[in-house]
């Protein structure tokens, strides 16, 4: 396997992290590739990725796997060592992020003088253990694969979009935001719920198919009472909230679902009237925007001052500075549905 060109990282767009780096779907095979992030359904679609390129180019490639928490001195030598028979090989270190001395010593060394017919895979899951053999990958321009996880609501929807996209499938905004509320907390399922409405519909995918499929879990999210707290729908909030509680849902996620849906408004009223750039630079995607302009008709800034208060409030209190979480993320939903029409 000859050595591929070493590569600059970029930007990545799509279903990519916002990290700097390669999507998944875009690394090729080079004799070093760092696939880094905490995202697990991101890295082993890297893997898998580098694995199946090089099986394509060779199908009888040996492929080693080595985990590094439990790696002996010497070990990375051994598997990349020229072979009789010039045998394309790829070599995948586990969990690099719990590497003995040992591995980081090795890999260092290797790194600076890498084997042609080697591809060497490197996966850290994150943290500062092997900052320096990161590092030194990076100096040198090997590929770098971005896994990090996917926080925002718009990174998850553009992962739907992305994943739709790779089944010559589509949905429309409304879908994709439901099927975000729904499992968005978690890249497989979301990823597996795609692939079930891949599989069980047709044509564009519309809201209804997502809440045929999935309506249950979307009224037992926090995202779903806070938009009807944040409408001033009081009666069906506290529906909401109870159906999810009894369902299992813990409050914390409830209280931050409530406080990240009061910032996208507050975002949203301070750039009104500067103008789409503006608009742009809030990092939004165009639905939750939309969304934000309709809730901040009936939204003074004194009342999503007291919102935000409440919701304060009540993060204190779900973590610990009161013996009844329950009782305080409803009188928040409460207190946030009133807040709406001061």
């Given at each position: 396997?000859?050595?591929p060109?070493?590569?600059?990282?970029?930007?990545p767009?799509?279903?990519?992290?916002?990290?700097?780096?390669?999507?998944?779907?875009?690394?090729?095979?080079?004799?070093v590739v760092?696939?880094?992030?905490?995202?697990?359904l991101?890295?082993?679609?890297?893997?898998?990725r580098?694995?199946?390129?090089?099986?394509?180019r060779d199908?009888?490639?040996?492929?080693?796997?080595?985990?590094?928490?439990?790696?002996?001195s010497?070990t990375?030598?051994?598997?990349?060592?020229?072979?009789?028979?010039?045998?394309?090989?790829?070599?995948?270190?586990?969990?690099?992020?719990?590497?003995?001395?040992?591995?980081?010593?090795?890999?260092?060394?290797?790194v600076?003088?890498?084997?042609?017919?080697?591809?060497?895979?490197?996966?850290h899951?994150?943290?500062?253990?092997?900052?320096?053999?990161?590092?030194?990958?990076?100096?040198?321009?090997?590929p770098?694969?971005?896994?990090e996880?996917?926080?925002?609501?718009?990174d998850?929807?553009?992962?739907?979009?992305?994943?739709?996209?790779?089944?010559?499938r589509?949905?429309?905004a409304?879908?994709?935001r439901?099927?975000?509320?729904?499992?968005?907390s978690?890249?497989r399922?979301?990823?597996?719920?795609?692939?079930?409405?891949?599989?069980?519909?047709?044509?564009?995918?519309?809201?209804a198919?997502?809440?045929r499929?999935?309506?249950?879990?979307?009224?037992?999210t926090?995202?779903?009472?806070?938009d009807?707290?944040?409408e001033?729908d009081?009666?069906?909030?506290?529906?909401?909230?109870?159906?999810?509680?009894?369902?299992?849902?813990?409050?914390?996620?409830?209280?931050?679902?409530?406080?990240?849906?009061?910032?996208?408004l507050?975002?949203?009223?301070?750039?009104?009237?500067?103008?789409?750039?503006?608009?742009?630079d809030?990092?939004?995607?165009?639905?939750?925007?939309d969304?934000?302009?309709r809730?901040l008709a009936?939204w003074t800034?004194e009342g999503?001052?007291?919102a935000?208060?409440?919701?304060?409030?009540?993060?204190?209190?779900?973590?610990?500075?009161?013996?009844?979480?329950?009782f305080?993320?409803?009188?928040?939903?409460?207190?946030?549905?009133?807040?709406g029409?001061?």
């Amino acid at each position: 396997m000859p050595t591929p060109t070493r590569s600059s990282t970029r930007s990545p767009s799509g279903a990519r992290s916002a990290a700097p780096g390669l999507g998944w779907d875009e690394v090729e095979l080079a004799s070093v590739v760092l696939v880094a992030g905490s995202e697990g359904l991101l890295a082993d679609r890297a893997v898998e990725r580098l694995v199946g390129l090089a099986r394509e180019r060779d199908a009888g490639v040996e492929v080693t796997r080595l985990d590094a928490a439990d790696y002996g001195s010497g070990t990375l030598g051994v598997v990349t060592s020229p072979s009789l028979f010039a045998e394309d090989r790829v070599v995948v270190v586990e969990s690099v992020e719990r590497a003995t001395d040992e591995l980081l010593t090795d890999a260092l060394a290797y790194v600076a003088a890498p084997q042609e017919d080697v591809v060497l895979v490197l996966r850290h899951g994150g943290g500062q253990r092997g900052k320096k053999l990161l590092d030194t990958v990076r100096a040198a321009r090997w590929p770098v694969v971005a896994c990090e996880a996917l926080k925002k609501d718009s990174d998850k929807s553009a992962f739907v979009t992305a994943e739709l996209r790779r089944a010559k499938r589509r949905a429309d905004a409304k879908a994709v935001r439901a099927l975000v509320d729904a499992v968005g907390s978690d890249l497989r399922e979301l990823a597996a719920a795609c692939a079930q409405l891949v599989s069980d519909t047709t044509g564009i995918i519309g809201e209804a198919a997502v809440e045929r499929y999935y309506g249950g879990r979307i009224e037992a999210t926090g995202f779903r009472v806070a938009d009807a707290a944040i409408e001033g729908d009081a009666g069906n909030a506290v529906a909401l909230l109870r159906h999810a509680l009894a369902t299992g849902v813990d409050p914390v996620p409830i209280v931050a679902a409530l406080g990240a849906k009061l910032r996208t408004l507050a975002k949203v009223a301070a750039v009104r009237g500067r103008g789409s750039g503006a608009v742009r630079d809030l990092g939004l995607a165009p639905w939750q925007v939309d969304r934000a302009q309709r809730d901040l008709a009936r939204w003074t800034p004194e009342g999503l001052a007291v919102a935000i208060s409440a919701v304060a409030q009540a993060d204190a209190e779900v973590k610990g500075e009161s013996r009844d979480a329950q009782f305080a993320v409803e009188r928040a939903v409460l207190r946030v549905a009133a807040a709406g029409s001061r």
